[in-house]
């Protein structure tokens, strides 16, 4: 859903035309997942985009139990035939929180129910807060800091930064989903990310500030926007062979079977065409805190829209102290041809 407040994009913008000009590195990345049907559409697509180079993928328990995650998260990166990208088994329960999960949305094994077979790769033996340190590590040694993309309860990250934070010269910068300026998800205030673990999101806002790390939010108010049909996802499903193009359209069209609907969000995956392409979302640095104490909106992201130039001395806080970028557009079928076209692409490269 698109900012009420704020303008959405022009409806569809082209895709650049290929120049002659030098290509540029492709942007290293580490996912933090909860896989997550729409966590699974993210991981194939920064798996095979050439705009990415993804260093690594780091679990947490969300959208179901961690153990599952790493499962799902194989499995995905296994159908993108991405074997060499190490992925480590992080926080099994939100730092203070009781866990819950999102089966009701993402089927009873995470993702979609889809019955494949257990993935052949292995975990790796690290904590993910381990692998993440070293990979942030060996990026600042090398010069080319990460892109650091959270698509889950934050409680890994907030755990790595507050315990490392000399890793802050191997981020670049923070794309998260979650949060919400406007309506939330899991309750009418809070958005599931954010909701299953708000201390953790407090802990990364306050340390990233501290540090210098810029974050952006890309919440709930563009999250809904890039869909995928279910005609669409079955052309997906036709390239067979237990690939990434089957993998999405099959994933796809779980969404669509459950909820009735003719075609479904890629959810997640937007963050990661948020970083390939930036062009196709708009953002306004803004004041953001995280509520910890309100009884109804407890996890709510509270985006600060206020003017800033006028007397608001009688406001006790203050502004908040981390300004992010706030996602509230997004050209939704710009970014969902970017994930058909990647995984189709792939599907033809592979025949």
């Known amino acids: 859903m698109t900012s ?4 959405a994009p022009q409806p569809e913008h082209p895709t650049p035309s290929p120049t002659s000009g030098p290509v540029p ?3 290293p ?3 933090d997942v909860d896989t997550g049907v729409d966590d699974a559409c993210a991981l194939l697509l920064a798996a095979l985009h050439p705009a990415l180079d993804l260093r690594g993928v780091t679990c947490v ?3 179901a139990p961690v153990d599952d995650v790493v499962r799902n998260t194989l499995v995905a990166l296994e159908a993108a035939g991405c ?5 480590a088994r992080g926080a099994d329960r939100p730092l203070l929180e009781t866990p819950v999960d999102a089966r009701h949305v993402h089927g009873d094994d995470g993702m979609g129910d889809l019955g494949w077979a257990a993935p052949t790769l292995a975990p790796d033996p690290r904590h993910a807060v381990a692998l993440l340190r070293d990979l942030c590590l060996e990026a600042a040694a090398d010069g080319r800091p990460l892109t650091l993309v959270p698509l889950a309860p934050l409680t890994n990250v907030a755990l790595l930064l507050r315990t490392h934070p000399e890793v802050s010269s191997g981020i670049e910068r923070i794309v998260f989903m979650g949060g919400a300026a406007d309506v939330g998800n899991a309750t009418a205030s809070a958005e599931f990310n954010v909701f299953h673990d708000p201390e953790a999101a407090a802990i990364v806002l306050d340390a990233a500030g501290d540090l210098g790390i810029p974050l952006t939010m890309y919440g709930l108010d563009v999250f809904y926007e890039p869909v995928v049909s279910a005609e669409e996802a079955a052309t997906l499903v036709e390239a067979g062979g237990r ?5 999405g359209g099959r994933l796809v069209a779980f969404q669509c079977e459950r909820f009735a609907t003719s075609a479904a969000t890629i959810g997640d995956a937007g963050a990661v065409c948020a970083v390939i392409d930036p062009a196709g979302v708009s953002t306004r640095p803004l004041p953001l805190r995280v509520e910890l104490a309100g009884t109804w909106s407890r996890g709510r992201t509270i985006v600060d829209r206020r003017d800033w130039s ?4 009688h ?12 996602a509230l557009g997004v050209d939704g079928p710009r970014y969902a041809r970017l994930w058909r076209e990647t995984l189709a692409g792939a599907a033809g490269a592979d025949r």
Not at 320 to 326: L, N, Q, S
């Open 315 to 326: 406001d006790p806080h203050g502004e908040a102290p981390t300004r992010v970028d706030v």
């Open 25 to 27: 590195d492709p942007v």
């Open 61 to 63: 328990g969300g959208n």
């Open 4 to 7: 009420t407040t704020d303008p």
């Open 29 to 31: 990345v580490v996912l």
């Open 243 to 247: 690939g990434a193009a089957e993998l």
């Open 83 to 87: 074997r060499d990208v190490p992925v």
């Open 310 to 313: 006028g007397d608001l001395a």
